[in-house]
Nanobody, 116 residues
């Protein structure tokens, strides 16, 4: 499974961006797609995940500002990011995993920079 992420860029504080990540195929009937991020000098952290059935999970730091969604027919996951803050600056990675997290795949990452 190959994941192709897109949509990163430079945005001013308070602005919005939408990330997309397309998987080349889906090999797990029940799966979780998600977004993680890694800021300079920090560990990679979970941003949001969505199960193939639609259940979602968010990091506390992005609740109310970010929305994760997916199109199962296109094997694509989206991350709508609103009210962006400088601390959201990071490389954002998409992930595709089986429901139990035993097998997963990572995209190449897309850089989001929030700065005035």
């Amino acid at each position: 499974v190959q994941l192709q992420a897109s949509g990163g860029g430079l945005v001013q504080p308070g602005g919005s961006l939408r990330l997309s990540c397309a998987a080349s195929r889906s090999i797990f009937s029940i799966n979780i797609m998600g977004w993680y991020r890694q800021a300079p000098g920090k560990q990679r952290e979970l941003v949001a995940t969505i199960v193939s059935g639609g259940s979602t999970n968010y990091a506390d730091s992005v609740k109310g500002r970010f929305t994760i969604s997916r199109d199962n027919a296109k094997n694509t996951v989206y991350l709508q990011m609103n009210s962006l803050k400088p601390e959201d600056t990071a490389v954002y990675y998409c992930n595709y995993a089986d429901y139990y997290g035993l097998h997963d795949y990572w995209g190449q990452g897309t850089l989001v920079t929030v700065s005035s």
